[in-house]
């Protein structure tokens, strides 16, 4: 069984860094596309970025690009999410997902972890 656990959330102020990190178990995580997705409180989950299988390749929504970093441990079978410059509309939970597929979309990834949360504050 896949499992997904992320780590690193917690209340930071604006302008500041914080890096989330998801570890992966019960699955080839060398094999699986990964992603981030993010929801705040009464919206969508919404896509934040994805790096492909061998990590050369990362995709980012508008309004993380050139914030937030994608990167992979496939030795440690830990997928990374580098978010710099935060802003209080960075506030949400934070999820990160298991696929086959390289893309932006939720149906993309069969696996989930349970989220992680991210409290930026002014």
């Known amino acids: 069984q896949v499992q997904l656990v992320e780590s690193g959330g917690g209340l930071v102020q604006t302008g500041t860094s914080l890096r989330l990190s998801c570890a992966v178990s019960?699955?080839?995580?060398?094999?699986?596309?990964m992603g981030w997705f993010r929801q705040a409180p009464g919206e969508e989950r919404q896509f934040v970025g994805a790096i492909s299988v061998g990590g050369d390749r990362t995709l980012y929504d508008d309004a993380v690009k050139g914030r937030f970093i994608i990167s992979r441990d496939n030795a440690r079978s830990t997928v990374y999410l580098q978010m710099n410059r935060v802003t209080v509309e960075d506030t949400a939970a934070y999820y990160c997902?298991?696929?086959?597929?390289?893309?932006?979309?939720?149906?993309?990834?069969?696996?989930w972890g349970q989220g992680t949360q991210v409290t930026v504050s002014s």
């Open positions: 997902a298991a696929g086959a597929r390289f893309g932006p979309t939720a149906d993309l990834y069969g696996y």
């Open positions: 019960g699955g080839r995580f060398s094999a699986y596309v």
